[in-house]
T-cell receptor, first 112, second 116 residues
Framework: QQQVKQSPQSLIVQKGGIPIINCAYENTAFDYFPWYQQFPGKGPALLIAIRPDVSEKKEGRFTISFNKSAKQFSLHIMDSQPGDSATYFC???????????FGTGTRLKVLA | GAGVSQTPSNKVTEKGKYVELRCDPI?????LYWYRQSLGQGPEFLIYFQGTGAADDSGLPNDRFFAVRPEGSVSTLKIQRTERGDSAVYLCASSLVAGGPGNEQFFGPGTRLTVL
């Protein structure tokens, strides 16, 4: 299975809240898991990424938690701001290919 | 330098017509990718170029879709006999070299194709 399942489809939080977006995969051959942020009218931009041999990675206010045994990973946004309002996509990379498999996206709205 | 650019930003056409979508990658990037993003979905891989050659076209949905990159820089995605189901945002991305980790793909803003 080369799918990545993402939830929730949409999310609304207050400023300062910690939205959490979850992804799950089936194929244990996936070897790299990036998160992309997409603003309306723009292409996706790489936000943060993790390899499966690491359980957590932090970059600024963004944290990925990775659970290899459960084949799940999640994005946490600390102290969320209205400027974080965007669509977030998880993705997975399959070794030996040059393409990413994307989740269906989560539309995040952070209220001021 | 400039990022990945795509033209046109919007294209409206009628069912059965032929369209061309253009991508200008970041200068010096050898790898170029096309993705299709349908409404409410994530990008879906179409084709990947390494230099001038299509190294992986496994994502092209059918033979109405074709892409070229004749000089290893600009790429054109061509769609013949367009159908309403082809309506989507077509994204182009480029990377310095091909591959996954450490070879970030930089995306353009996309071309929104609407087939009436």
């Amino acid at each position: 299975q080369q799918q990545v399942k993402q939830s929730p489809q949409s999310l609304i939080v207050q400023k300062g809240g910690i939205p959490i977006i979850n992804c799950a995969y089936e194929n244990t051959a996936f070897d790299y898991f990036p998160w992309y942020q997409q603003f309306p009218g723009k292409g996706p931009a790489l936000l943060i990424a993790i390899r499966p041999d690491v359980s957590e990675k932090k970059e600024g206010r963004f944290t990925i938690s990775f659970n290899k045994s459960a084949k799940q990973f999640s994005l946490h946004i600390m102290d969320s701001q209205p400027g974080d309002s965007a669509t977030y996509f998880c993705a997975a990379w399959f070794p030996g290919t040059y393409k990413y498999i994307f989740g269906t996206g989560t539309r995040l709205k952070v209220l001021a | 330098g400039a990022g990945v650019s795509q033209t046109p930003s919007n294209k409206v056409t009628e069912k059965g017509k032929y369209v061309e979508l253009r991508c200008d990658p970041i200068s010096g990037h050898t790898a170029l990718y096309w993705y299709r993003q349908s409404l409410g979905q994530g990008p879906e891989f179409l084709i990947y170029f390494q230099g001038t050659g299509a190294a992986d076209d496994s994502g092209l949905p059918n033979d109405r879709f074709f892409a070229v990159r004749p000089e290893g820089s600009v790429s054109t995605l061509k769609i013949q006999r367009t159908e309403r189901g082809d309506s989507a945002v077509y994204l182009c991305a480029s990377s310095l070299v091909a591959g996954g980790p450490g070879n970030e793909q930089f995306f353009g803003p996309g071309t929104r194709l609407t087939v009436l």
